[in-house]
């Protein structure tokens, strides 16, 4: 993934069509696109690979079995081409493991969440979050997914996993979020969903939020 507007597309539509205009449309602004559930099972997995000619693809199925299925999720994931894979921390170093073998065999990455955006989010997993980012680096993730939520929290993990792995950081806009932030916190991308899928011109929408955050890191 290259950075250049720090900005991922969270693409939770649920029309293939619709889908397909809008990271068409916004595709100069985004570095990449976050597909999850919503997207793929209204459409189909396919879905990623025909998304895939706009931008590098971000598949967030929060990935939370054991290792043997965590590993045939990610096999399907990547053979789709995706470039990435979200998982959950909480299942433990072996169920990461066997994400992160599957993503080093097709040379994809994996982000672990540590700690998720809503409210909901700071009563059990908060908790455990530092430790999930913790196991994360030591188990050669590429990244972890920290709240643009709670900037302060964002700031924690940078402090924990230095500068080692990518942070990207869900909850801008409709969550409450700022990402200019979460960027001054430490984050490497933002990611942004309702604010611009749901925005009347999402192009401008996404430019919008780009130009906070190039003013931001013109600040830093
Ligand atoms: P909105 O519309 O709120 O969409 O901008 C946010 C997107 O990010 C996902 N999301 C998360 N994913 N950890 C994750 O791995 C989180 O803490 C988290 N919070 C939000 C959400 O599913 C949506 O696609």
């Keep these: 993934m290259e950075r250049k507007t720090r900005i991922i597309l969270a693409l939770d539509v649920s029309d293939r069509e619709e ?5 068409e449309d916004v595709s100069e602004f ?4 976050k597909v999850g559930y919503p997207l793929v099972l209204a459409t189909g997995l396919e879905i990623i690979r025909e998304l895939a000619e706009f931008a590098p693809i971000i598949a967030d199925f929060k990935v939370a079995d054991i290792p043997n299925t965590n590993r045939l999720i990610c096999e399907q994931v990547f ?5 990435a894979v979200i998982v959950q921390g909480f299942t433990g170093r072996d169920s990461l493991d066997a994400c992160i073998e599957v993503a080093s065999e097709y040379r994809k990455d ?3 969440v540590s700690e998720m955006s809503h409210p909901g989010g700071a009563e059990f997993l908060q908790p455990v979050g530092e430790a999930i980012a913790r196991m994360a680096a ?5 990244g972890l ?5 709670r900037p302060e929290r964002v700031k924690k993990i940078r402090e924990i996993v230095g500068d080692k792995l990518t942070i990207i950081s869900p909850g801008v806009g409709a969550q409450g ?3 200019s932030n979460a960027i001054a916190a430490g ?5 942004v969903g309702r604010s611009i899928y749901k925005a009347e011109l999402p192009k401008k929408a996404a430019s919008e939020i780009a130009a906070e955050i190039e003013a931001e890191l013109r600040r830093e």
């Excluded at 889908?19 to 990271?23: G, N, P, R, S, Y």
């Excluded at 053979?79 to 470039?83: C, N, R």
């Excluded at 984050?187 to 990611?191: G, L, N």
């Design 110 to 112: 994996v982000f672990v």
């Design 138 to 142: 030591e188990a050669g993730a590429s």
């Design 19 to 23: 889908a397909l205009k809008i990271a």
């Design 145 to 149: 997914v920290a709240p643009a939520t």
């Design 30 to 33: 985004v570095d990449a696109i």
């Design 187 to 191: 984050a490497d991308w933002v990611i």
């Design 79 to 83: 053979e789709v081409g995706a470039d």
């Design 177 to 179: 979020g700022r990402a």
